[in-house]
């Protein structure tokens, strides 16, 4: 008590010696704590504050917990949700198991509707609306932070960073307002990535649990790990701050490369991340067989219309995953009753199967898709491989391949209102869709895959080298002009 109360003494008649201050001037010293102060400490604040007056010191003010909660209500309540589907998708989000994945929608939902819409904003309140965000996203990725889900956690930055660019580009508030807190999210992706990165590398085999049963999603946990590692290198490449264990990511990604699991479109901006990391690294011939394949692969799955084809970058991993799962939950319960009956000799009409087959579907959780949607015809990623060649004279190799690029439409979806491009899922907007000549001129090939997009948003001017990684996350505007400056901005190495 006695050290406290001389603790107490100094900082109460502590002169206001700041640089080219005068020990008259205005000036207020403030105690802050997080907790509460007992009265009998109050009164020796004050006592000591009374006996510093008239000695060319200030009095101390006390600002503990409840001022503070009490502050944090008043600038931040206003943010939180009050109606009820707001709070009920708020609650759910809290409650949620950690360890999983971050129900990216559902995140992204809540906060599109605990934030206010730029209809409802001036600047001033934009610049509040930007500070909560990061407060209120700190509710829900607390919990995946305290259970060392760095995964969940570098994609719930990214969603944050995603909504308040959207807000940025809405009401257009000075920078000075809005960057330090885009710049908090950039920067909480970023220790999520390097402790994921770390805890890749020391791990031997990326197996979670029974091996026998984890087979099923590992080749999906190996393509996420191998291109957020490629990624992130590339990244501290492009802020002149290179991983001291690059080496090591660049041996790591090397061995597991094959065979890597691509579940749908949604899977390419992984597999982007790693040819432009082993072009980078002098594996050119690596990197150029890997996107020839996956030319080949998009354009065999998708060039035929009477296949369903590669699952479009609206259908992320997890739900191409859960598709599958129900597909093999059912698969396992007709193989029960077909081996039953064929064991007694009673084999049912056809017909039984088959709806059989669509019950226990139903009942194991519905597909992804409609049994009958297709995703043939086009493509949302083959502009991004066609250009990466293009853009580095592979003329020999596009042209082997250009009868069947040409069977496939490249699409890019335009959201009606631009600052809806941050949004996990826009919901007006439109598709369109070219193709590649038959037969192209090679010059205008080279030049359109070298030119850079003539709009270029939020993101682009002031996170360029967060492009690729929001990719990662948000692989539905792969062909925006992703995945061509990226690869430009790579060549400056």
Not at 270 to 288: H, K, M, N, Q, T
Not at 428 to 445: A, H, I, K
Not at 476 to 489: R, V
Request: glycine content about 8%; charged content about 25%; aromatic content about 10%.
């Amino acid at each position: 008590m006695a050290s406290n109360q001389g603790g107490g003494r100094r900082v109460n008649q502590r002169p206001n010696t700041g640089a080219g201050r005068s020990p008259r001037s205005k000036f207020t010293p403030y105690l802050v704590t997080n907790g509460e102060v007992k009265d009998p400490v109050k009164a020796e604040i004050r006592a000591r504050g009374q006996g510093a007056d008239g000695q060319g010191y200030r009095r101390l003010e006390l600002i503990n917990r409840g001022d503070l909660l009490r502050g944090f209500i008043d600038l931040h309540g206003k943010f939180l949700p009050t109606a009820p589907g707001d709070f009920e998708r708020f609650l759910r989000l809290y409650l949620a198991d950690k360890r999983g994945f971050l129900p990216k929608d559902e995140f992204s939902e809540f906060l599109l509707s605990a934030l206010p819409s730029q209809t409802r904003m001036n600047k001033s309140q934009s610049r509040r609306v930007v500070a909560a965000s990061a407060v209120l996203a700190n509710y829900i990725l607390d919990g995946y932070f305290k259970q060392g889900n760095n995964l969940a956690l570098a994609e719930g930055w990214m969603l944050v960073l995603a909504h308040v660019l959207r807000i940025v580009e809405s009401a257009r508030p000075e920078r000075k307002d809005w960057f330090p807190s885009a710049e908090m999210c950039a920067e909480g992706w970023e220790r999520a990535v390097d402790a994921l990165v770390q805890e890749a590398l020391v791990s031997p085999n990326w197996i979670e649990g029974d091996a026998t049963v984890d087979s099923f999603v590992f080749q999906h946990r190996k393509t996420v790990l191998i291109g957020y590692l490629a990624s992130f290198a590339l990244y501290r490449r492009l802020t002149k701050r290179p991983l001291q264990n690059e080496n090591e990511i660049y041996v790591r990604v090397s061995e597991e490369i094959k065979p890597l699991r691509l579940w749908g479109e949604s899977a390419l901006p992984y597999f982007i991340s790693v040819i432009l990391f082993l072009w980078i690294r002098g594996s050119e011939g690596e990197a150029d067989q890997l996107c020839v394949t996956l030319i080949q692969t998009i354009s065999k799955l998708n060039g035929n219309l009477q296949e369903p084809g590669l699952p479009d970058p609206y259908l992320d991993g997890l739900g191409v995953l859960s598709q599958e799962l129900s597909a093999k939950r059912a698969l396992e319960v007709m193989q029960f009753v077909v081996f039953r009956d064929r064991s007694k000799n009673a084999m049912a009409p056809e017909e039984f199967y088959r709806s059989l087959a669509s019950l226990a579907q139903n009942a194991t959780g519905r597909p992804g898709w409609d049994v009958w949607q297709t995703f043939a015809g086009k493509s949302f990623g083959i502009r991004s491989f066609v250009e990466f060649l293009a853009r580095r004279e592979r003329k020999t190799s596009l042209k082997k391949l250009w009868f069947d690029i040409t069977r496939v439409d490249y699409a890019e979806f335009v959201p009606a209102n631009p600052p809806d491009f941050y949004l996990w899922r826009a919901r007006e907007g439109c598709l369109v869709t070219r193709r590649f000549g038959r037969p192209e001129s090679w010059e205008n090939l080279v030049r359109r895959a070298s030119t850079m997009p003539r709009r270029q948003n939020c993101l682009f001017k002031e996170f360029p080298k967060l492009l690729m990684p929001f990719a990662l996350v948000y692989p539905q505007p792969i062909d925006s002009g992703l995945g061509s400056p990226m690869g430009a901005a790579t060549q400056t190495l």
